[in-house]
């Protein structure tokens, strides 16, 4: 069983930055896939930056790429997701999520085809941007 524990959400105004991280425990691979999504109120679930743990392969949604900076840490078992240049617009709950491979999401919607690639979750943290 992997556990996923999300911290760093909060509020700010427009153009202000927050940093997210996600703490991976339990069993996990070596080398394993980890993503960031988000799902406002009345919307569906969009994927908006995935990580290969224990590589270097970065993965971004067109919306964030610019604005939000994904890494990981020396421990490889946690990622951060930096959010730069806020808009109300990302207002969203964000989770984080694990899987095994991150090889195919250059091929995939973050809308549509990356959340089938992960099969762990966490609870979420909440990000709210005031115009």
């Known amino acids: 069983q992997v556990q996923l524990v999300e911290s760093g959400g909060g509020s700010v105004q427009a153009g202000g930055s927050l940093r997210l991280s996600c703490a ?22 969009e994927g908006v930056a995935a990580i290969y743990i224990g590589g270097e392969s970065t993965y971004y949604a067109d919306s964030v790429k610019g604005r939000f900076t994904i890494s990981q840490d020396n421990t490889k078992t946690t ?43 966490g609870q979420g943290t909440q990000v709210t941007v005031s115009s």
């Open 24 to 45: 991976a425990s339990g069993y996990i691979y070596t080398r394993f896939c980890m993503g960031w999504f988000r799902q406002a109120p009345g919307a569906e679930r």
């Open 79 to 121: 990622s951060h997701l930096q959010l730069n240049s806020l808009k109300p617009e990302d207002t969203a709950m964000y989770y984080c999520a694990a899987g095994i491979d991150c090889s195919t999401l250059d091929s995939e919607s973050p809308r549509t085809g990356w959340a089938m690639m992960f099969g762990h979750w």
